[in-house]
């Protein structure tokens, strides 16, 4: 019960998940008109701005002097109804976005971990990465794309190293061998930049949801980088549900899984030449 009250608070600290409960409150109470191209409409967008947490966007955009033109311009809204959409937490009706009966059930029926286990599984398997960090691709594939169907590798991978910092630089260099993604970062005469990660996967995914901290620091050309990141509590309990409900799902047919289990009943955690044995035969199954 302790471990619940901590994981439930820390999914209410969680500034994406708070706005995603403020967003689904707001269609309960009031409905959302949307305009001709779908879009919530600016008068929707500015009452939820007074309640939502993130609040950069919309700074820089005061700071600049610049006008909202509609939802396109604040991308997190246009995920958080996606998500909505996808978990059938909303639908249309003439114009309007309503609340649905699963929706009321998912804001009054179950408690704040579970709602964000939801939305994060949703997040993970069920919206495109590509459409919400659009990457470089080669015959079709791109970086997010590969990201995605291997996440649980990372996920695992992540799980060696627990709360220790991860070397952001490191980190890419390893997900650029492993996924044999040599094609996709190029060194252009002042480094690889590893851009689709950093963002794709590290900023717009997992700092958003709360599952890693990060520390950046300024590089050789002025611009702010992640230095380094390291899994949260709530990032640690969620690699670990992943993984335990894909080896559910895949009984043991998942390579990786299989070496967890076994350690485990060794009590002792894989080595990292085991976990590179594992991640070889995963990526000989995909």
Not at 14 to 32: G, S
Not at 136 to 163: P, S, T
Not at 237 to 246: A, N, Q, T, V, W
Not at 248 to 275: F, T, V
């Amino acid at each position: 019960m302790k471990d619940n009250a901590i994981f439930n608070q820390a999914a209410i600290n969680n500034d994406f998940f708070h706005d995603f409960i403020v967003f689904l409150t707001y269609i309960e109470k009031n409905t959302i008109r949307r305009t001709a191209t779908g879009n919530i409409s600016l008068a929707d967008i500015a009452a939820l701005k007074k309640d939502f947490r993130q609040q950069k966007i919309f700074k820089d955009y005061e700071k600049h002097g610049w006008k909202i033109a509609s939802e396109v311009d604040i991308r997190f809204l246009t995920h958080m109804k996606v998500l909505a959409e996808v978990m059938y937490l909303t639908y249309n009706r003439k114009g309007k976005l309503l609340i649905s009966k699963n929706g009321r059930g998912y804001l009054h029926n179950i408690d704040p971990i579970t709602q964000y286990w939801n939305m994060v599984e949703t997040y993970w398997h069920k919206i495109s990465w590509e459409y919400v960090n659009p990457s470089f691709e080669i015959d079709g594939e791109g970086v997010m794309d590969i990201l995605q169907k291997n996440q649980n590798i990372i996920w695992d991978a992540l799980l060696r190293k627990e709360y220790e910092w991860i070397d952001f630089q490191a980190f890419c260099e390893t997900i650029k061998v492993h996924f044999n993604l040599d094609s996709y970062f190029k060194d252009k005469g002042y480094g690889i930049d590893f851009f689709p990660i950093e963002y794709g996967l590290i900023k717009n995914n997992l700092f958003r949801l709360g599952c890693i901290e990060i520390e950046e620091e300024k590089n050789a050309r002025g611009f702010t980088k992640i230095k380094r990141f390291k899994p949260t509590k709530l990032g640690t309990y969620m690699f670990k549900k992943i993984i335990k409900d894909k080896s559910e799902e895949e009984g043991d047919d998942c390579p990786i899984c299989r070496g967890m289990k076994k350690a485990e009943k060794e009590q002792r955690n894989l080595s990292m030449e085991e976990l590179k044995e594992l991640f070889d035969e995963a990526k000989k199954k995909k």
